[in-house]
């Protein structure tokens, strides 16, 4: 029988050798019905009653993940509990049951059609998410109109790779880790709710294998990578003695990353470096502390106004700035404003068609042309901040005048909450990002005027080579190594550390292990990191001397190209760390996993 090899997108790390079941959903079928007149009120009243079944439902399934995985893992079905009362779930399908006079499930089965229609081609991942969380819901919801319980995929018997089309969140949290040893879905992507359950699970998985579950039946033997992506089906015996061995350096790496969890990410002669993590989503945090992090270098809060229609309020939003707050003190929590409109323009906000939205209406613009919105989130933020770790961060800064006008404010907030009586910490540090070409140039003026800098690499090599990396066309000209990218980032630390004040960065490069040295030697302050990459860039931090960074870093600065940049990164990393199975085929990927 021929080897056959396919790919997927890796997101939670291991080498898994084992036998598959297969797992195959079939679609759900509602047919319509039509209804009288006088049947038409007791419809409502139907789909009102699944709705308190589905809500108690759901409430049990968020212990058992509570008591199993975390409070932050069951996070994911407090947001699902939020979806029942969510007016973008609940009024179109009364409105259809009313208007057309057809059964509940078969409008909610229409409205969710409808839904995925709207968002499949979306490019932004939070949005993506967002609708499998209402399609989980409702189709529990479905099913408790139809009398039937909620489908669960059928636990195995024995230990074995499971392979399906796609799982759920509530069926992902179900897995009996110690007979699942892996998991492959030929849908799904990097940052949704059940890749984060995964990791938190600790089952190695595979997502976006299209089409694997064509080539694959039950009993067959596979091996898959869970960070690089790869999958052989039927190995052959060369393939499988490869990764055998593989799979023991890997878990002798994993067990080496995990003694330096509480270990300080410093570098042979002495130079600390705080090694952060960047947040998505609060149910994220059990990753970050797993991972040793020394707090949340980003915490992106875009997710509050994508979840939903409308603006998110003052009290939901201090309640989850607090809890990320808690959850990490005392080490830091950097709040990001909200970063608005580009890809990311929420249902609830009216936003202008614009020939380039990445170069118009977006991030600090949205918030300071809209004073209820900025306000209301600075308040949040300050009324949090008496946890005595957050810090406050705002994003897309182009020059003096515009940070002056973002300070107005907050110190107008700060004066507010005085006035009525708030507590906040009145020593809360502030910070911006740099992502402009503007900010590069203008950071000598800024720095004085904060008490941080983070450089975000994705937006400022995209501004600055004037390339959208989300273009086929011009993607390959996205070159983070690009001089010009390295020579503002080398202005603003210079920029920095003459005023005094500490810079850091969150973009993707600093979660690239293959330019590592490259960073240190630019005497950063910080980095802020994936948390699934955090415990090797620790680890190679920890293998160097910030002598031979910066010597290394001097002789790249020098370089012309960005080929010839990222070549002799690669070179100078893998002949210095020949040991470090970060660098092996198969083990951990050099590329970026932010």
């Known amino acids: 029988m021929a080897e056959i090899k396919r790919t997927g997108i890796g997101v939670s790390p291991g080498i898994v050798i084992g036998p598959v079941a297969r797992r195959s959903h079939a679609a759900q079928t509602v047919q319509p019905r039509s209804l009288r007149e006088s049947e038409i009120a007791p419809e409502l009243q139907r789909f009102r009653r699944a709705l308190g079944t589905?809500?108690?439902r759901i409430a049990k399934l968020a212990e058992q993940v509570a008591e199993r995985l975390g409070t932050e893992s069951a996070g994911i079905f407090e947001a699902h509990l939020m979806i029942l009362k969510d007016p973008m779930?609940?009024?179109?399908?009364?409105?259809?049951?009313?208007?057309?006079?057809?059964n509940a499930d078969y409008a909610l089965h229409q409205h969710l059609e409808e839904l995925?229609?709207?968002?499949r081609n979306t490019k932004e991942e939070f949005i993506r998410q967002r609708v499998d969380d209402v399609h989980d819901v409702g189709r529990r919801l479905i099913e408790t109109l139809q009398g039937r319980r909620r489908r669960r995929v059928r636990q195995p018997d024995k230990p074995v790779i499971l392979i399906a089309d796609d799982l759920s969140p509530s069926e992902t949290a179900l897995l009996d880790a110690t007979q699942v040893l892996a998991l492959i879905t030929e849908k799904g992507s990097q940052a949704s709710h059940t890749t984060i359950l995964c990791r938190s699970v600790g089952v190695p998985a595979i997502v976006g294998a299209e089409g694997i579950l064509e080539v694959v039946k039950d009993g067959d033997l596979v091996i898959l990578d869970g960070t690089s992506g790869k999958i052989f089906i039927n190995p052959n015996a060369r393939t499988t003695s490869r990764f055998r061995k593989a799979r023991q350096v890997f878990l002798g790496f994993e067990e080496e990353l995990q003694g330096l969890r509480d270990e300080p990410c410093i570098t042979k002669d002495g130079h600390e470096i705080e090694l952060s993590a960047n947040l998505e989503l609060p149910v994220e945090l059990n990753q970050v502390l797993k991972a040793g992090s020394r707090g949340v270098g980003l915490f992106r809060t875009e997710y509050l106004y994508l979840a939903s229609r409308t603006m998110p309020g003052e009290k939901l939003q201090e309640k989850e700035y607090r809890r990320a707050a808690e959850a990490v003190h005392p080490d830091p929590l950097v709040i990001r404003t909200f970063d608005l409109g580009g890809d990311k323009q929420p249902a609830g906000m009216e936003f202008p068609q614009e020939a380039n939205p990445f170069l118009g209406w977006r991030a600090i613009r949205v918030s300071l042309d809209r004073p209820r919105l900025f306000r209301t989130q600075l308040r949040a933020i300050l009324k949090a901040s008496t946890v005595g770790n957050v810090r406050i961060m705002f994003p897309m800064i182009s020059g003096k005048a515009e940070l002056e006008r973002v300070l107005e404010v907050f110190e107008d907030v700060k004066e507010e909450l005085r006035q009525s009586g708030e507590d906040f910490d009145e020593n809360i540090r502030t910070g911006i990002m740099i992502e402009l070409p503007s900010a590069v140039l203008c950071a000598t003026e800024l720095a004085p005027m904060v008490d941080f800098f983070s450089i975000g690499t994705n937006d400022l090599t995209q501004y600055m080579l004037a390339v959208d990396r989300n273009n086929k066309l011009v993607a390959r000209l996205f070159r983070s190594m690009h001089p010009a990218v390295l020579r503002g980032i080398a202005?603003?630390?210079?920029?920095?550390?003459?005023?005094?004040?500490?810079?850091?960065?969150?973009?993707?490069?600093?979660?690239?292990?293959?330019?590592?040295?490259?960073?240190v030697g630019m005497k950063l302050d910080e980095l802020s990191v994936s948390p699934v990459i955090l415990p090797e860039i620790k680890l190679l931090v920890r293998s160097m001397?910030?002598?031979?960074?910066?010597?290394?870093?001097?002789?790249?600065?020098?370089?012309e190209k960005a080929d010839s940049i990222l070549q002799a990164c690669r070179e100078h990393m893998s002949a210095r760390f020949p040991d470090l199975p970060i660098w092996a085929e198969n083990i951990v990927s050099s590329g970026t996993r932010n």
Do not use: H, W, Y
């Open 491 to 519: 202005m603003t630390v210079d920029a920095a550390r003459n005023a005094g004040i500490q810079v850091g960065l969150c973009g993707e490069m600093a979660g690239d292990p293959t330019v590592t040295m490259l960073l």
């Open 545 to 559: 001397s910030l002598e031979e960074a910066e010597q290394f870093t001097a002789r790249v600065l020098t370089m």
């Open 54 to 56: 589905a809500e108690k």
């Open 116 to 119: 995925a229609r709207q968002f």
């Open 89 to 102: 779930l609940l009024e179109p399908v009364e409105q259809m049951i009313r208007d057309e006079r057809v």
